[in-house]
């Protein structure tokens, strides 16, 4: 049985990789997922849903600020995870075409909330953990 798609199952981490590329023609739907999500829930509950885990340290900086750099997080994440079962980056690309309008809202709360997260992990580590180094 082939793997589908899982919001659950996306694990965003930085910019880039296999099906970048593919999953970049998407970017504005993908900016307006995140604009969306952060429209209704707001900046103070996606702060609550990024930063979860007590063992990493996140900083409330420009990437978590940033839509259009929450959107690229999500565009590798989703990227990394569709390539997993989709290799080819054409279909790959039509493939993630079809399931963004699909998407419910509790799925992209998901999704946004761990685009924030690696986000606001960055910001830590750019911000603070780099001088310390």
Known sequence: MRKQFNVNEVSCNGVGGHGYQAVLK???????????????????KLWELATVD?????????????????????ITGIAKHTAEYMPNSELLEMH?????????????????????????????????????G
């Open 96 to 132: 993630v075409g079809a399931i963004l309008p699909m998407l419910t809202m509790e799925e992209k709360v998901i999704l946004v909330a761990d685009a924030c997260r690696d986000c606001a992990s960055a910001d830590h580590w750019y911000t603070f953990e780099k001088d310390w």
């Open 54 to 74: 007590p063992n990493v340290d996140y900083h409330q900086g420009i990437r978590f600020n940033s839509v259009e750099d929450n959107a690229y997080r999500l």
């Open 26 to 44: 998407h970017k504005d739907a993908i900016l307006e997922i995140c604009q969306d999500v952060r429209d209704l829930i707001g900046i103070e």
